[in-house]
């Protein structure tokens, strides 16, 4: 995908979970956080629109396994940092995605 800064990107996953352990992914631009998406009430597809920001160049899209918020006390999932997606987040493996977008000048 390339464009100029201020083209649109849309991006569809399908297949995420609906569990409260796989149905979110947090979405960063960047390495900036943007926010996160959630399959629970979508049979799993989410779509994503974005708007491509920066510098021409590369500028990497990643979606990362989530938890949204939670109040069980034990085990401690919710209150327990996730550092990294693949070492602590307790679901069942949905995957990172990482696309990349080059924006171009006009």
């Given amino acids: 995908m390339s ?3 201020g083209t649109p990107i ?3 996953i399908k297949g995420v979970g609906w569990t409260e352990y796989d149905n979110t992914y947090n979405l960063t631009y960047d390495n900036g956080y ?4 959630c399959g629970f009430n979508s049979a799993g597809t989410v ?5 491509a920001s920066g510098e021409p160049g590369y500028h990497l899209i990643d979606f990362y396994p989530g938890i949204y918020r939670g109040k069980q006390q034990k ?4 209150l327990a940092p996730q550092l990294t997606y693949e070492n602590d987040h307790p679901g069942s493996a949905i995957p990172a995605i990482r696309l990349g977008f080059e924006v171009v000048n006009p």
């Fill in 3 to 5: 464009g100029p800064a």
């Fill in 34 to 37: 943007v926010g996160y998406v």
């Fill in 10 to 12: 849309q991006i569809e």
């Fill in 75 to 78: 085990p401690d999932i919710y």
């Fill in 47 to 51: 779509i994503v629109n974005l708007i």
